[in-house]
Antibody, heavy 117, light 111 residues
Framework: QVQLQQWGAGLLKPSETLSLTCAVY????????CSWIRQPPGKGLEWIGE???????NYNPSLKTRVTMSVDTSKNQFSLKLSSVTAADTAIYYCARSPGVWALDIWGQGTMVTVSS | QSALTQPPSASGSPGQSVTISCTGT?????????VSWYQHHPGKAPKLMIFEVNKRPSGVPDRFSGSKSGNTASLTVSGLQAEDEADYYCSSHAGSNNAFVFGTGTKVTVL
Protein backbone atom coordinates (compact mmCIF):
# COMPACT_ATOMS: atom_id res chain seq x y z
CA GLN A 1 0.00 0.00 0.00
CA VAL A 2 1.55 3.25 -1.13
CA GLN A 3 1.79 5.92 1.54
CA LEU A 4 3.01 9.49 1.34
CA GLN A 5 4.89 11.10 4.21
CA GLN A 6 5.80 14.75 4.06
CA TRP A 7 7.93 17.10 6.09
CA GLY A 8 9.41 20.58 6.07
CA ALA A 9 9.83 23.79 8.04
CA GLY A 10 6.62 24.94 9.68
CA LEU A 11 7.46 28.55 10.49
CA LEU A 12 8.88 31.02 8.01
CA LYS A 13 9.48 34.75 7.89
CA PRO A 14 8.23 36.87 5.01
CA SER A 15 10.48 36.70 1.93
CA GLU A 16 11.92 33.31 2.90
CA THR A 17 11.58 30.17 0.81
CA LEU A 18 9.17 27.40 1.75
CA SER A 19 10.65 23.94 1.32
CA LEU A 20 8.71 20.68 1.68
CA THR A 21 9.51 17.06 0.84
CA CYS A 22 7.12 14.20 0.13
CA ALA A 23 8.40 10.62 0.35
CA VAL A 24 6.73 7.62 -1.21
CA TYR A 25 6.68 4.44 0.85
CA UNK A 26 5.26 1.01 0.22
CA UNK A 27 5.57 0.91 -3.53
CA UNK A 28 6.67 2.62 -6.67
CA UNK A 29 5.12 5.76 -8.02
CA UNK A 30 5.68 4.57 -11.58
CA UNK A 31 4.63 7.35 -13.94
CA UNK A 32 2.06 8.78 -11.60
CA UNK A 33 2.12 12.46 -10.83
CA CYS A 34 2.77 13.98 -7.43
CA SER A 35 0.66 17.08 -6.90
CA TRP A 36 1.01 19.71 -4.22
CA ILE A 37 -2.14 21.30 -2.82
CA ARG A 38 -2.62 23.86 -0.06
CA GLN A 39 -5.45 25.03 2.16
CA PRO A 40 -5.21 28.42 3.87
CA PRO A 41 -6.94 28.66 7.25
CA GLY A 42 -10.69 28.81 6.80
CA LYS A 43 -10.45 28.57 3.02
CA GLY A 44 -10.69 25.95 0.32
CA LEU A 45 -8.16 23.80 -1.49
CA GLU A 46 -5.79 25.25 -4.08
CA TRP A 47 -3.75 23.16 -6.51
CA ILE A 48 -0.12 24.32 -6.67
CA GLY A 49 1.31 22.06 -9.34
CA GLU A 50 2.40 18.55 -10.29
CA UNK A 51 5.51 16.62 -11.24
CA UNK A 52 6.22 13.05 -12.24
CA UNK A 53 9.29 10.84 -11.97
CA UNK A 54 10.35 11.82 -15.48
CA UNK A 55 10.47 15.44 -14.42
CA UNK A 56 7.41 16.59 -16.36
CA UNK A 57 6.12 19.63 -14.51
CA ASN A 58 2.90 21.61 -14.60
CA TYR A 59 2.38 24.63 -12.35
CA ASN A 60 -0.71 26.59 -11.40
CA PRO A 61 -0.37 29.75 -13.53
CA SER A 62 -1.13 31.93 -10.49
CA LEU A 63 1.91 30.61 -8.60
CA LYS A 64 4.34 29.56 -11.31
CA THR A 65 6.71 32.51 -10.91
CA ARG A 66 7.49 31.43 -7.32
CA VAL A 67 7.18 27.62 -7.47
CA THR A 68 9.85 25.04 -8.11
CA MET A 69 9.18 21.31 -8.00
CA SER A 70 11.73 18.54 -8.25
CA VAL A 71 12.04 14.78 -7.92
CA ASP A 72 14.76 12.53 -6.50
CA THR A 73 14.06 9.16 -8.07
CA SER A 74 16.80 7.42 -6.09
CA LYS A 75 15.04 8.33 -2.85
CA ASN A 76 11.48 8.19 -4.18
CA GLN A 77 10.96 11.77 -3.01
CA PHE A 78 9.29 14.83 -4.44
CA SER A 79 10.01 18.38 -3.32
CA LEU A 80 8.29 21.73 -3.37
CA LYS A 81 9.87 25.14 -3.02
CA LEU A 82 7.89 28.37 -2.89
CA SER A 83 9.93 31.54 -2.86
CA SER A 84 9.29 35.00 -1.42
CA VAL A 85 6.55 33.81 0.91
CA THR A 86 4.09 36.20 2.54
CA ALA A 87 1.37 35.77 5.14
CA ALA A 88 -0.96 34.81 2.29
CA ASP A 89 1.06 31.61 1.86
CA THR A 90 0.15 30.45 5.36
CA ALA A 91 -1.64 27.16 4.82
CA ILE A 92 -1.69 23.42 5.28
CA TYR A 93 0.30 21.97 2.41
CA TYR A 94 -0.42 18.48 1.10
CA CYS A 95 1.25 16.23 -1.40
CA ALA A 96 -0.97 13.76 -3.22
CA ARG A 97 -0.74 11.12 -5.93
CA SER A 98 -2.58 11.38 -9.22
CA PRO A 99 -3.04 7.94 -10.75
CA GLY A 100 -3.65 9.24 -14.22
CA VAL A 101 -7.36 9.97 -14.17
CA TRP A 102 -7.09 13.58 -13.00
CA ALA A 103 -7.95 12.64 -9.45
CA LEU A 104 -5.89 12.56 -6.25
CA ASP A 105 -6.18 9.16 -4.64
CA ILE A 106 -3.46 9.09 -1.97
CA TRP A 107 -2.63 12.08 0.22
CA GLY A 108 0.16 12.93 2.61
CA GLN A 109 -0.69 13.88 6.17
CA GLY A 110 -0.33 17.59 5.54
CA THR A 111 2.17 20.14 6.85
CA MET A 112 1.08 23.39 8.45
CA VAL A 113 3.26 26.26 7.27
CA THR A 114 2.95 29.62 8.97
CA VAL A 115 4.51 32.79 7.59
CA SER A 116 4.96 35.43 10.26
CA SER A 117 7.47 38.08 11.14
CA GLN B 1 -8.77 30.03 -13.46
CA SER B 2 -11.61 30.61 -11.01
CA ALA B 3 -12.68 28.14 -8.36
CA LEU B 4 -15.70 26.00 -9.09
CA THR B 5 -18.86 27.13 -7.30
CA GLN B 6 -20.36 25.01 -4.53
CA PRO B 7 -23.03 25.88 -1.96
CA PRO B 8 -21.42 26.76 1.39
CA SER B 9 -23.53 24.29 3.32
CA ALA B 10 -25.94 21.39 3.05
CA SER B 11 -27.66 19.29 5.67
CA GLY B 12 -29.89 16.32 6.22
CA SER B 13 -31.09 13.99 8.92
CA PRO B 14 -29.66 10.49 9.34
CA GLY B 15 -30.97 8.24 6.61
CA GLN B 16 -31.87 11.09 4.29
CA SER B 17 -30.07 12.13 1.12
CA VAL B 18 -28.14 15.30 0.39
CA THR B 19 -26.97 16.53 -3.01
CA ILE B 20 -24.12 18.99 -3.51
CA SER B 21 -23.70 20.89 -6.76
CA CYS B 22 -20.44 22.01 -8.37
CA THR B 23 -20.75 24.58 -11.14
CA GLY B 24 -18.01 25.47 -13.53
CA THR B 25 -17.70 26.33 -17.19
CA UNK B 26 -17.21 24.63 -20.52
CA UNK B 27 -13.46 25.00 -19.93
CA UNK B 28 -13.51 22.72 -16.91
CA UNK B 29 -16.53 20.75 -15.65
CA UNK B 30 -18.39 20.92 -18.94
CA UNK B 31 -15.38 20.15 -21.07
CA UNK B 32 -13.99 17.03 -19.42
CA UNK B 33 -15.14 13.81 -17.78
CA UNK B 34 -12.55 14.33 -15.05
CA VAL B 35 -14.62 15.54 -12.12
CA SER B 36 -13.69 14.20 -8.71
CA TRP B 37 -15.04 14.67 -5.19
CA TYR B 38 -13.17 14.73 -1.88
CA GLN B 39 -14.36 14.31 1.70
CA HIS B 40 -12.36 16.34 4.20
CA HIS B 41 -12.61 15.94 7.93
CA PRO B 42 -10.78 18.79 9.70
CA GLY B 43 -7.34 17.75 10.81
CA LYS B 44 -7.18 14.86 8.38
CA ALA B 45 -6.10 14.53 4.78
CA PRO B 46 -8.82 14.76 2.13
CA LYS B 47 -10.20 11.44 0.87
CA LEU B 48 -11.12 10.70 -2.73
CA MET B 49 -14.79 9.68 -2.92
CA ILE B 50 -15.61 9.94 -6.64
CA PHE B 51 -13.44 10.19 -9.76
CA GLU B 52 -14.24 10.52 -13.46
CA VAL B 53 -17.66 11.98 -12.59
CA ASN B 54 -19.28 8.83 -11.21
CA LYS B 55 -16.68 6.18 -10.34
CA ARG B 56 -16.01 5.12 -6.76
CA PRO B 57 -12.58 4.06 -5.54
CA SER B 58 -12.40 0.73 -3.78
CA GLY B 59 -13.72 1.00 -0.24
CA VAL B 60 -16.02 3.98 -0.78
CA PRO B 61 -19.63 3.06 0.09
CA ASP B 62 -22.14 3.02 -2.75
CA ARG B 63 -24.12 5.60 -0.76
CA PHE B 64 -21.89 8.09 -2.54
CA SER B 65 -22.69 8.77 -6.18
CA GLY B 66 -21.73 11.37 -8.75
CA SER B 67 -23.22 12.78 -11.91
CA LYS B 68 -22.78 15.62 -14.35
CA SER B 69 -24.99 17.67 -16.63
CA GLY B 70 -23.47 20.37 -18.75
CA ASN B 71 -21.26 22.60 -16.63
CA THR B 72 -22.60 21.32 -13.31
CA ALA B 73 -21.52 18.20 -11.46
CA SER B 74 -23.26 16.78 -8.42
CA LEU B 75 -22.44 14.52 -5.48
CA THR B 76 -25.27 12.71 -3.75
CA VAL B 77 -24.88 11.09 -0.36
CA SER B 78 -27.74 8.70 0.35
CA GLY B 79 -28.60 7.20 3.71
CA LEU B 80 -26.74 9.92 5.59
CA GLN B 81 -24.68 8.77 8.52
CA ALA B 82 -23.05 10.74 11.31
CA GLU B 83 -19.59 10.07 9.90
CA ASP B 84 -20.56 11.73 6.61
CA GLU B 85 -20.44 15.10 8.35
CA ALA B 86 -17.45 16.79 6.73
CA ASP B 87 -16.40 19.32 4.13
CA TYR B 88 -16.74 18.19 0.53
CA TYR B 89 -14.78 19.58 -2.40
CA CYS B 90 -15.25 18.97 -6.08
CA SER B 91 -12.41 19.22 -8.55
CA SER B 92 -12.16 19.25 -12.30
CA HIS B 93 -9.44 19.04 -14.89
CA ALA B 94 -9.25 22.34 -16.74
CA GLY B 95 -6.75 21.90 -19.53
CA SER B 96 -3.02 21.55 -19.90
CA ASN B 97 -2.13 24.42 -17.57
CA ASN B 98 -4.75 23.68 -14.94
CA ALA B 99 -4.60 20.06 -14.02
CA PHE B 100 -6.89 20.57 -11.03
CA VAL B 101 -9.36 23.31 -10.24
CA PHE B 102 -11.13 22.87 -6.91
CA GLY B 103 -14.55 23.91 -5.81
CA THR B 104 -15.22 26.37 -3.01
CA GLY B 105 -16.24 23.57 -0.65
CA THR B 106 -19.50 22.53 1.02
CA LYS B 107 -19.92 21.78 4.70
CA VAL B 108 -22.32 18.89 5.16
CA THR B 109 -24.06 18.70 8.51
CA VAL B 110 -25.93 15.64 9.70
CA LEU B 111 -28.76 16.94 11.84
Amino acid sequence: QVQLQQWGAGLLKPSETLSLTCAVYGGSFSDRFCSWIRQPPGKGLEWIGEINRSGYINYNPSLKTRVTMSVDTSKNQFSLKLSSVTAADTAIYYCARSPGVWALDIWGQGTMVTVSS
Amino acid sequence: QSALTQPPSASGSPGQSVTISCTGTSSDVGGYKYVSWYQHHPGKAPKLMIFEVNKRPSGVPDRFSGSKSGNTASLTVSGLQAEDEADYYCSSHAGSNNAFVFGTGTKVTVL
